[in-house]
């Protein structure tokens, strides 16, 4: 497998400039191997097929289920270098969310504390100078379809002033569906929503151990997941059922009980993106701290994940993502340390 590309990482406080927000999205959209050239129309994107999962889609409920730890080899050297070294790991016994958070269930949160998501906040002109007026708004990052006589990276990606976990695709867009994974929650969000909730983000190597269910990693893109199928970026068949967000819970559960861990949406970790070697157990400089520290870890890879470009579809990868900046394909799930209320 080709190394990935050297890839710039936006700092706080700079994730609305429009280069660095195509560079730094490059990793977690994706980006490694080049695209073949595009054969059917891009608009073919959005065209969706009957969808075959959603009579087997469970009823998202915040249910948890009990991982019971124990020893594992983590990492791969067989894939992308940022795996690498496989590690012997033991992880303590946890409870996990069996299915991504959800719209209705963020919006559960912000009606009881009227919590207001990064991507909502003002934007202050004297911290951005330079910014073009668009960047200057509130929004977050979408992804759309490449343009034929467009820059292939930089069209990927848009800044979408007015796009939000309630509007994926911005103020023209539809509404967040209340069983879809609700995304463009930065990492603040991401912390605040497990603190109301009583829990927290999973450790990278707690989501990959649940993630495993008791299997050994595979290299191939998995059938039962919401990836992508077709000429990465301009053609999606949907062939898994959707071409976009999938609500949460569509396909089969892990040996866990734990749903959609591969594909759909990215899903935050609670530790600092570094190397393999660098994340030593025990190591406090591991934990992502509150707010702060400019890169935290996504796993899980999402619906854009495809073999001809991303092969993150694997329960070993992982991703860097800016902790200031949440996208159209980044969601969450959560940990807890003691069992949680019925019903989350």
């Known amino acids: 497998m080709p190394a990935p590309a050297a890839t710039p990482r936006m700092r706080p406080g700079r994730h609305r400039d429009r280069a660095l927000l195509a560079a730094s999205l490059l990793l977690t959209a994706c980006g490694q191997e080049p695209a073949p050239a595009a054969t059917p129309a891009a608009d073919a ?3 969706a097929p009957a969808n075959a999962h959603a009579a087997r889609c469970i009823v998202p409920d915040g249910g948890t289920v009990w991982i019971p730890g124990g020893h594992f080899d983590m990492g791969s050297d067989q894939a992308y270098p940022e795996e690498a070294p496989v590690r012997a790991t033991d992880v303590a016994g946890f409870w996990l969310e069996r299915h991504e958070v959800t719209n209705a269930q963020f919006a559960q949160f912000v009606a009881a504390t009227g919590y ?19 960047m200057l708004q509130p929004g977050s990052a979408v992804f759309t379809p490449p343009r034929a006589d467009g820059p292939a990276a930089l069209d990927w990606w848009s800044y979408v002033p007015g796009a939000y976990w309630r509007k994926p695709q911005g103020p023209d867009g539809p509404d967040a569906q209340p069983a879809d994974p609700v995304v463009h929650v930065a990492f603040e969000d991401a912390q605040r929503y497990a603190q109301w909730r009583g829990g927290r983000l999973p450790t990278e190597a707690e989501w990959e ?3 495993r269910g008791g299997q050994p990693p595979s290299m191939r893109q998995p059938g039962n997941a919401n990836t992508w199928q077709g000429a990465f970026p301009e053609f ?6 959707y071409v976009g967000l999938a609500p949460a819970g569509c396909f089969a559960a892990n ?6 861990m591969i594909g759909n949406a990215w899903e935050w970790t609670g530790d600092r993106y570094a190397s393999q070697a660098q994340i030593a157990p025990g190591n406090p400089d591991a ?14 890879g999402s619906y854009l994940c495809s073999p001809d470009y991303c092969r993150r579809y ?8 800016d902790v200031g900046l949440g996208t159209s394909h980044i969601g969450l799930r959560l940990a807890f340390d003691r069992p949680p209320p019925a019903g989350g």
């Open 314 to 321: 694997r329960v070993t990868a992982r991703a860097g993502q």
């Open 255 to 260: 040996a866990y009980g734990l749903h959609d």
């Open 116 to 134: 207001v998501t990064v991507a909502e906040r003002p934007v202050d002109p004297a911290a951005y100078p330079g910014a073009p007026p668009e």
């Open 236 to 241: 999606n068949s949907g062939d898994d059922g």
């Open 209 to 211: 151990f649940a993630a």
């Open 45 to 47: 994107v959005a065209a």
């Open 287 to 300: 934990r992502a701290p509150e707010g702060d520290g400019p890169v935290a870890i996504i796993k899980g």
